[in-house]
């Protein structure tokens, strides 16, 4: 019996000279060029903060105008309970019909959208430019064009908050239909089943998790953007919060401020519990709501762990087979569900009061208006100026993403279940994750610009502290979905939670690390953008005086400067992906 070694089972002898062995792996010229591009941006988003010139030690020596601010403040204060309690139904109403708006009109688009369900290239491009674009649009400039077209009250609000939101929602879709096994679909299909067919049993009850989990991830985020929708007349907490921040009535703003976040915490236990019951699905964080969820819940600790392994059914032989589904125990806790939340939405239609008769006579106002918002120019500014401003924004952005990241992905690592080294760190990561969501970064920038002063200061620590909310609860999802086998094979050899980390978990998020990273990006450029609105430095300042100014034509020229811009971003992160896939 004769041994063979690898090499030589693989036809090349042991002694064989170098030119005649197996090529070793070539990098590919793109993949080389991408991560040139990645040096490069991490080289201009350090210059960006260098021109920032953040400093620890001037801000420890304005100090004292936050002591003064914090002694104006004194105690805080609250309007009368039955009027914040209608303002908090109204705002809540508000934004969950906004959502809700948007999640509808997101569904033809992500089909459109995703690469194994558009009816053509062309439909694709189309899909992805309208997601790019409402993205790109701030839901403070729809704002300011439906105020124009509608009455005063929700409906503009409302409007605004879904055709922004289609954007991010649209593109989460379209991204959950692209990795969905298509062997369920490809059956029904084979069997003679229609389109709609298809995506009622073939594709829907794949992407309902991943959907549903958008959308409460949409609306929390909606409902700490609609502070800021007050700012230009949306009626709510946002709106009063602002009229008491202008008036310099502090105490009641913080207040209003305090009420807000309260709500965002509350979104959080509402999340967990959706996902815990109506998704079948049981909660592994440590969170606030994971944590009321499993202590109140009717799963008991430890049931899952020893319960049994499912075997999957069969197949559906034929359509009508696989569109009918028994009523069993998840059948009926879906219905529930979906009544309950059906009744929440007629609920929040009514505390909003829509003035439906807006939606029939505001076709007669779209000349007058469209005319206000074109030709775009840049009116008594000159280009230079606006193109500057436009830098600024950018280099906030860029300047916030690079101070985020460092501490997301530390206290993301720690909020994994399969990283962090005890529940006690992994639970309370996620409480601090949870916390800074809660904040609206609006908030943060009115406190911060009291300490630093107008600029861009304030405006990129407000968007690097709000941002490890979002990216730390990424990666820490992100960490948690590897596949768990190369980090047992490590341990099993002895390998430290460390080497397990650095070996395993983090090569296999590196790419959702990009992603997210290129994510937060976008989101800065366009919150950069508001946070302009209330001091923060760049192009916003410059948005909210032509919106003031009805000077409508700077607007668009406006908005063109952050579609460009956020087009840039959105190409560099689709390749990315595809480099580094």
């Known amino acids: 019996m004769s041994l063979t070694t690898p090499v030589a089972a693989a036809g090349v002898e042991p002694d064989a000279p170098a030119h005649e062995r197996a090529p070793k792996r070539r990098i590919s010229p ?60 109204l705002t809540v109403g508000l934004v969950l019909c906004g959502t809700l708006l948007a999640a509808a009109l997101s569904v033809p688009v992500a089909i459109i959208s995703a690469a194994n369900t558009t009816p053509g290239r062309g439909w694709r491009v189309f899909g992805r430019f309208l997601g790019v674009f409402t993205r790109a649009v701030p839901d403070v400039v729809l704002a300011m064009v439906f105020v124009l077209m509608f009455s005063l009250g929700s409906l503009p609000g409302i409007l605004a908050i879904g055709i922004h939101s289609i954007g991010m929602i649209s593109k989460m879709f379209a ?106 699905q049981r909660p592994t964080g440590r969170g606030i709501g994971d944590r009321l969820v499993r202590r109140f819940g009717p799963t008991r600790p430890g049931r899952a762990a020893h319960a049994l392994p499912v075997v999957a059914p069969a197949g559906p032989r034929t359509v009508a087979e696989a569109m009918r589904r028994p009523w069993d125990a998840a059948r009926r806790r879906n219905t529930a569900w979906l009544t309950l939340g059906v009744l929440v939405v007629l609920a929040s239609v009514l505390v909003t009061d829509i003035q439906w008769r807006d939606l029939i006579t505001f076709w007669a106002k779209i000349p007058a208006v469209a005319v206000q918002f074109w030709p775009p120019g840049f009116g008594n500014y000159e280009a230079s100026t606006m193109v500057g ?18 501490a997301s ?3 993301g690592s720690f909020a994994a279940r399969n990283v962090a080294p005890n529940g006690a760190i992994r639970g309370f990561s996620r409480f601090l994750l949870v916390v800074i969501r809660g904040i609206p970064e609006v908030i943060l920038a009115i406190v911060l610009i009291v300490v630093t002063g107008l600029g861009a200061q304030a405006g990129t620590l407000a968007l690097a502290v709000g941002g490890i909310g979002l990216l730390g609860k990424l990666i820490a999802d992100s960490f948690e979905e590897v596949n768990p086998g190369p980090e047992r094979a490590l341990a099993a050899t002895g390998a430290t939670r460390t080497q397990v980390y650095a070996s395993a978990t983090v090569p296999q998020g590196t790419r959702a690390l990009i992603g997210h990273t290129f994510y937060l990006l976008d989101t800065n450029i366009r919150a950069a953008t508001i946070l302009g609105i209330v001091g923060g430095g760049g192009i916003g300042y410059y948005l909210l005086n032509a919106g003031q100014g009805s000077n409508y034509g700077v607007v668009t020229a406006i908005v063109a400067m952050i579609l460009v811009t956020v087009l840039a971003v959105e190409g560099l992160a689709m390749w990315m992906r595809r480099v580094f896939r």
């Open 409 to 411: 992905v530390v206290i």
């Open 30 to 89: 793109e993949k080389v060029a991408a991560a040139l591009t990645l040096v490069a941006l991490f080289i201009a988003s350090g210059v960006a903060l260098a021109g920032i010139d953040l400093s620890l030690p001037k801000m420890l020596e304005s100090w004292g105008n936050a002591e003064r601010f914090f002694a104006r403040i004194g105690g805080l204060t609250f309007p009368p309970l039955g009027e914040l309690l209608a303002l908090t139904g």
């Open 389 to 406: 401003a436009m830098g600024e924004t950018i280099a906030i952005a860029l300047a916030a993403t690079v101070l985020t990241l460092g």
């Open 175 to 280: 991204d959950a239909i692209e990795q969905i096994d298509e062997g369920p679909r490809l059956a029904i299909r084979a069997a003679g089943g229609s389109r709609w067919q298809e995506f009622v049993s073939g594709i829907l009850p794949q992407v309902l998790p991943s959907w549903v989990a958008t959308i409460l991830h949409r609306n929390d985020i909606n409902l700490r953007g609609s502070v800021i929708l007050g700012y230009v007349g949306i009626v709510g907490l946002g709106r009063e919060m602002s009229f008491a921040f202008k008036s310099m009535n502090y105490s009641l703003g913080m207040g209003y401020a305090l009420v807000i976040f309260a709500l965002c915490i509350l979104m959080e236990i509402v999340s967990s519990a959706v996902r815990a019951s109506m998704l079948g």
